[in-house]
């Protein structure tokens, strides 16, 4: 039977008590008793008739030796001292473990736990703190292994093809609408590795929280960005629609812009021909709605599509010309918001993005 810290304590600190009980007051005894032997006589010596007078001849003025005297305190005191310091150390060995466990956990060792069973008391609840708090390191460690792995992948792939169209343009003598076509090829995947790189900072920036909160006015900012995306809409065959009440958030105007604009994107450009994006912006909780028409969406891979990377159709790369960060971006910006988001798959067919976020003060 394991005990627990607190039993572990309450009994060191009892042992000590008892233990400071007896041996203080012995000890006191004995030193004045030392000092009235060396200092003025034996005759003099202070008797309890107790357990004070134990050692050292008792308090006998004939048989009492001072040296033996002091001799015997000097050993008492080194066990009481060796037994405070056991209890100690026996008493704070679950914290210990707690520590090892905590700098044992590293890059090589995510999966370190503290192995701590029980979570009542005290020590179970912070050993299950450590232990969600090591698990919390593991998964940002792993997700951030996997971003760096598709970002590499990401990249890699469109180098890869600008090295071979450069390679085609020098390998022989092209005509000049072969060089327009090698050059538009290019400039395409230049632009795309330009939209991918742009991502990148833009989720590295909003990562963080944001520290300077004003109120704004969210039906606005989403009234500018249907304006901006009207055009866009129309060119793919697709009605963007609106229905905006008015609603103050506290948050960052850039920030939300380009929350409602990545949203409002991904429902135009993840969509079929005659499809339709609606914007909403109402009181309460959600304040944002963004639904769209398109592909069927398999419920189970709607939370994945908050990855980086990842797009509906379920492949890495796609003609559509995304580089599969937009949702991972509004998932951020409204994380930075202290917000919430969540993607729900239609059944007819698309997606049904809300977002909360907190009203301002």
């Known amino acids: ?125 912070l050993a299950g703190g450590i232990d969600a708090m090591l698990g919390r390191v593991m998964e940002g460690y792993e997700a951030q292994r996997r971003f760096a792995a598709n970002a590499s992948h990401e990249l890699r792939t469109p180098l890869a093809l600008q090295r071979t169209l450069i390679e085609v343009g020098l390998s022989g003598d092209p005509t000049p609408d072969q060089l327009e076509l090698l050059t538009r090829q290019l400039l395409t995947t230049n632009e795309r590795n330009e939209a991918l790189i742009e991502g990148l900072l833009v989720l590295a920036e909003t990562d963080q929280a944001v520290v300077a909160r004003t109120p704004q006015r969210l039906d606005a900012i989403a009234a500018d960005v249907a304006s901006v995306y009207q055009q866009l809409a129309g060119a793919a065959g697709v009605r963007l629609q609106t229905a905006l009440e008015p609603v103050t958030v506290s948050g960052e105007a850039a920030l939300l812009e380009r929350l409602i604009a990545n949203l409002v994107h991904n429902g135009i450009k993840y969509n079929v021909p005659g499809g339709e994006v609606c914007l909403r912006v109402t009181p309460g909780q959600p304040v944002l709605q963004v ?22 159709r379920g492949d890495r790369l796609d003609t559509s010309g995304g580089v599969g960060l937009g949702l991972t971006i509004a998932r951020s910006i409204t994380q930075a918001h202290e917000g919430h988001i969540e993607a729900t798959a239609r059944p007819a067919g698309g997606l049904d993005v809300t977002v909360e976020l907190p009203p301002p003060g």
Do not use: K
């Open 291 to 312: 639904t769209n028409t398109g592909p069927l969406v398999p419920a189970e891979s709607v939370p994945r599509l908050f990855e980086p990377f990842r797009r509906a």
């Open 1 to 125: 039977m394991r005990l627990t810290l607190r039993v572990r304590t309450t009994l060191s600190l009892l042992t000590c008590l008892l233990l400071g009980g007896l041996f203080l007051p012995w000890a006191f005894q004995h030193l004045a008793n030392i000092r009235r032997a060396v200092f003025y006589d034996s005759l003099f010596l202070r008797c309890s008739d107790d357990w004070r007078d134990v050692g050292a001849s008792g308090c006998s003025p004939v048989t009492y030796d001072p040296l033996e005297a002091g001799a015997l305190l000097v050993l008492v005191s080194g066990l009481v001292l060796a037994a405070v310091v056991g209890l100690t150390v026996w008493s704070g060995r679950p914290l210990r473990r707690l520590s090892v466990t905590v700098q044992r956990f590293g890059p090589q060792n995510l999966a370190e736990r503290t192995g701590v069973r029980a979570r009542r008391g005290q020590f179970g609840q």
